[in-house]
């Protein structure tokens, strides 16, 4: 009996004993444990606090569309369209996940440019991404968008693709977007772009980047989850799409610009003389803005103002101004035989070999009889024409607002380092020779000077710029100066550029000019390098003119005949235009509401066969 | 010896009802906690009702099992635990089989570690947590019986012989689990015999000897693993997990730091050769125990969890809830569910040293025992002293057959604790 109680308590004290050991040995971990979580907690707390907000709360831009480049009658010429990008990235994936996500972004998006696995795999650090398409369309982009849960890895971004819906018909003017290139990265860096912002590259896109296309991003505040989804929380900022420009060309008159050039190389250059807007301005050969890749035959030069030609016979408005200027009278005659000794050895040719015979100054001009400019020439001198000329806007910048750096001054008189002498004073007579050089758009301005009442204006290519708050600003008419000429003075030389045009024996008659345009023009053959610039200036109705068109054929022969026809050609279309084009502020109200500005696009630059020649 | 009274009002007296409070309280401070790191998740949306569900469910079973009195488990716990290692080992085939139906188990995994870690959630049937109570219910069974040999034993023969039925009868589970592969589980039944043989009174000198041998074969193990090329019957996956697990072992703790966790270790060496295969793990560890820290004093407060509910916390509901709390309520709620639990081992110690024969005090340690082993090797991992081990936290996790499981073993304990002899008066 006492045994058997004694070994009970025996086995009592036993299970007391050991179980106190292990409750012992129990709160020993517990005391590691609450000794471990108070480290965690109340020592490195705030420091793992910080981290795990670096872990979900990020600022992200939001993409702002770039502004619009409209016509005058709001067609738009350069558009920013929603586009989608897709990356992939392997953070927190292993190489199977990867290996199927990116398999079925091949099946679901066959525009996607899928990269290898072990390239995805290989990332490090591994939060960073590969892109697999770019500038998707919605349609494209939507079955991934259905499958991203699906999907780990993939990341969809929203972003903007520039689009020029006219193509090759107003890239030198509008320009091109691309990406921030190794020599503006400082400069845009500062002005607070990321490297992979898209910025104007050319053209007004360039011009007005800064100020005014570029549009401001947005900022939001996004969490992000442990798979890297974006989830938008608060909105700091609204993106806020770029200013529009209104331009104050007419995409149709452009296109008609484009469609007589045929691709040959020249320039069309198309004004209004009474405020200096420019109509239409191109040049060929031209490039496709939506893939500035210059091909052969591409050229991103705008060559209607970068580059200078020698003016010939169009240059004789000036000198027959400055002839005028000093006093000159419109009544001298001159006989011309053919050529003119000038100098011992030097007789340079009139353009027929046997002479125009006797004539006054409108009829000169109206036959382009050279041998009367170079006696012009020679009494007046090489400092009066040159201070004419620059009267008239040549020997600087236009001023047109259209490029900061890049458009020629072309050449003028002895200030651009060649000495006057008697040779090449009599050839500056005639638009030739060292002393000058003008870009077409000078020669068009010049005569729309001379039209409007003798004010040379500046060209205005952007009429307006309305910034998304509604506030405007506006680009008013920019008179460089005058030509100084009475108006006596200036219907002489009108008479004679109706001459040109109207009579039998005016060298731009052959074109056969309507008579109800009231159409003046100047013809003009310029020697290059044994070869001629068919030059052809003109502006209408004379009396009132509204337009004024300088073309220039490069290489083609003789003005009157492959110049003058395209003129009348390019009147016509501007003439028919007028008659069925409403008022720009109406039709402007009218095709906002139409995508596109209610215009087929690819039909131009699907049209232009790059090789040469119209197809219509 | 007279027989114990058996009437209700006597139960009804002796019957914990601190106990069961305590208990009651711990899974209504989990499902909170859940509450509050599922909240306007809509992939975890039905986690809460569902745990809801699984507590009434769980309160049930706790009541059928106080209605059963203990003592008619003895035979009956031979035949289901004979029944569990059957369908652990069926479990087991049906995996290499390749039948995914059955056995993997991952809400929203990622990786391959995923795919392996079974047992842990959503299955429909776990034998591995039920497997845990037999084991204790056959032990307690077996060293109840074979107590006063034990206690006897002289020699070193003796005892070691007496050893051999319980090891094997924690073994035979224990291998299949570990083929499962479920190392966690696995390590909870490896202590489960040598508790309930130490209390039933192994003599000292055998227990120490384990004890080195134990140490010298543990040492041993993590040089061998941590240098050797191949470990046969390990896959190298397998045994890269086990090198993760152990490599905090192994050096100097670190915190890590933003550039860290993003970009790995700073060592490119280290980096080259087992980045790849730990990436996973170590980041995870780093986000649940960056959650934890991030609750400081108090917590980020209910619901304002943003590791756990921005998914950067990997199983927040189930093996890492833990973190989850800390994210939520701080030290100040860790500190609360661990006297939770104290209050609730003070508990049911008092039943294992009040129980009125052996049965049930070795019944009671054992499942107490599980009980600990789970909240230890959770919490441990969650606050990165222990590796991963995938286990959740008991009363605690979300998860519909461990929490019925947690109401069985404190079932079968307030059953011994109001089946115990009144004291005479």
């Known amino acids: ?616 | 010896m007279r027989e114990h009274p058996t009437g209700l009002g006597l139960h009804a007296r002796q019957f914990d009802y601190f106990l069961a409070m305590f208990v009651l309280f711990a899974t209504g401070f989990g499902i909170l906690v859940l509450a509050g790191s599922t909240r306007d998740v809509p992939e975890l949306a039905k986690i809460l009702p569902q745990q809801a569900r699984w507590w009434g469910i769980a309160i049930g079973v706790f009541c059928l099992t106080l209605a059963v009195p203990y003592r008619w488990l003895k035979i009956p716990g031979w035949i289901v635990y004979g029944m569990l290692v059957v369908s652990l080992a069926a479990l087991v085939f049906a995996s290499h089989l390749g039948m995914a139906w059955i056995s993997t188990v991952r809400a929203g995994g990622a990786s391959s570690w995923y795919k392996i870690a079974l047992g842990s959630s959503s299955i429909r049937f776990q034998p591995s947590e039920f497997a845990k109570i037999g084991v204790v219910i056959v032990l307690a069974h077996w060293l109840s019986l074979r107590r006063e040999s034990i206690a006897e034993a002289r020699g070193w023969r003796k005892p070691i012989l007496e050893c051999i039925v319980p090891l094997a009868v924690a073994a035979l589970p224990m291998a299949i689990v570990f083929l499962q592969p479920d190392f966690g589980t696995a390590s909870v039944f490896l202590p489960l015999p040598f508790i309930v043989l130490f209390v039933a009174g192994l003599p000292w000198r055998v227990v120490l000897t384990t004890v080195a041998f134990g140490t010298a074969l543990a040492l041993g193990g993590f040089v061998y693993l941590m240098n050797a090329d191949h470990v046969p019957g390990l896959k190298p996956y397998q045994l890269n997990r086990i090198r993760v697990f152990l490599e905090p072992l192994g050096k100097p703790f670190n915190p890590p730091g933003v550039e860290e966790i993003l970009y790995g270790p700073a060592q490119p060496e280290v980096a080259e050769t087992s980045a790849k295969s730990r990436d996973p793990d170590d980041w995870q560890i780093r986000q649940a125990e960056m959650a934890l820290g991030s609750g400081r004093l108090f917590g980020k407060g209910w619901g304002q969890g943003t590791q756990s509910r921005l998914r950067f916390l990997p199983a927040h509901h189930t093996d890492f809830i833990f973190s989850s709390l800390g994210e939520q309520f701080g030290l100040a709620g860790c500190l609360a569910l661990l006297l939770l639990y104290v209050l609730i081992v003070w508990r049911c110690v008092h039943v294992a040293l009040v129980a009125s024969d052996a049965f049930g005090q070795y019944l009671v340690v054992g499942l107490l025992s599980i009980f600990i082993l789970h909240v230890f090797l959770n919490i441990g991992m969650s606050v990165r002293l222990l590796p991963t081990t995938g286990l959740p936290l008991p009363l605690f996790s979300f998860g519909g057959s461990f929490l019925v499981t947690n109401y069985v073993i404190f079932g079968l304990i307030a059953n011994v604790g109001m089946r115990r002899e009144p004291k005479e008066r």
């Open chain 1, 1 to 616: 009996m006492f045994e058997d109680r004694g070994k009970t308590l025996q086995t009592r004290r036993t299970l007391v004993v050991r179980v106190g050991l292990l409750v012992a040995s129990a709160a020993l971990g517990l005391a590691f444990i609450a000794a471990r979580i108070s480290y965690l907690t109340a020592w490195r707390g705030q420091d793992l606090y910080d981290l795990s907000e670096r872990n979900f709360l990020k600022f992200a831009k939001i993409p702002a569309p770039r502004g619009q480049i409209v016509d005058r009658y709001g067609r738009v010429l350069a558009d920013s369209e929603t586009r989608f990008d897709v990356h992939v990235t392997p953070f927190r994936l292993s190489r199977e996940d990867v290996a199927k996500t990116l398999d079925e972004v091949r099946r679901l998006c066959p525009a996607a440019r899928v990269p290898d696995v072990a390239e995805v795999v290989a990332l490090r650090p591994r939060f960073r991404r590969l892109p697999v398409a770019s500038q998707l369309g919605l349609e494209e982009v939507s079955p991934l968008f259905e499958r991203q849960a699906a999907l780990p890895g993939i990341e969809i971004e929203e972003t903007f693709k520039r689009i020029y819906p006219y193509g090759r018909l107003a890239a030198h003017l509008t320009g091109h977007v691309g990406a921030i290139g190794e020599g503006g990265k400082d400069f845009f860096l500062e002005q607070g772009y990321d490297l992979d912002d898209i910025v104007g590259r050319a053209g007004l896109e360039a011009k007005h980047e800064l100020s005014f296309l570029r549009g401001s991003q947005g900022e939001q505040l996004v969490m992000r989850d442990a798979r890297m989804r974006v989830v938008p929380l608060r909105v700091h900022r609204k993106a806020v799409q770029g200013a529009t420009l209104t331009l104050t060309i007419d995409v149709d008159l452009q296109r008609a610009a484009m469609n007589l050039l045929a691709g040959r190389m020249g320039s069309v250059v198309a004004v209004d003389p009474r405020n200096g807007d420019v109509l239409a301005l191109f040049s060929y050969p031209t490039y496709d803005p939506n893939n500035p890749v210059c091909g052969p035959g591409d050229s991103e030069r705008l060559d209607a103002l970068r580059e200078h030609y020698a003016p010939g016979s169009t240059f004789k408005i000036v000198t027959a101004s400055a002839w005028l200027a000093m006093g000159g009278s419109p009544n001298r005659t001159e006989t011309c035989a053919g050529s003119l000794q000038v100098a011992p050895g030097f007789a340079p040719k009139c353009n027929v070999e046997w002479g125009h015979g006797t004539q006054d100054l409108r009829g000169a001009l109206a036959r382009s009889c050279n041998v009367y400019f170079y006696k012009i020439a020679m009494d007046v001198g090489a400092t009066r024409m040159t201070e004419m000329a620059a009267r008239y806007g040549f020997g600087s910048v236009s001023g047109i607002g259209l490029m900061d750096r890049g458009e020629s001054p072309g050449v003028l008189g002895s200030r651009h380092g060649t000495p006057a002498n008697l040779g090449n004073t009599v050839m500056m007579g005639i638009g030739q020779g060292g002393l000058i050089s003008a870009t077409p758009l000078q020669v068009a301005m010049a005569y729309a000077a001379l039209a409007n009442g003798g004010t040379l204006f500046a060209p205005r290519i952007v009429r307006e710029i309305q910034r998304p708050d509604g506030g405007t600003i506006q680009y008013f008419p920019t008179p460089r100066g005058e030509i100084g000429l009475s108006e006596a003075q200036r219907n002489v030389l009108i008479d004679g550029f109706r001459a040109a045009v109207e009579q039998s024996y005016g060298t731009a008659h052959k074109a056969q000019f309507d008579p109800a345009m009231r159409a003046a023009g100047k013809t003009g053959t310029a020697q290059r390098a044994g070869k001629s610039d068919a030059w052809f200036v003109c502006f209408a109705p004379w009396d009132r003119p509204e337009i004024c068109v300088a073309i220039l054929v490069e290489e083609a022969g003789h003005g009157g005949e492959t110049a003058a026809p395209l003129a009348k050609a390019f009147l016509d279309e501007y003439y028919r235009l007028k008659k069925t084009h409403l008022p720009p502020q109406v039709a402007r109200r009218i095709v906002a509401d139409r995508p596109n500005g209610g215009v087929d696009a690819p039909f131009f630059s699907q049209r232009l066969d790059p090789r040469g020649g119209d197809r219509r």
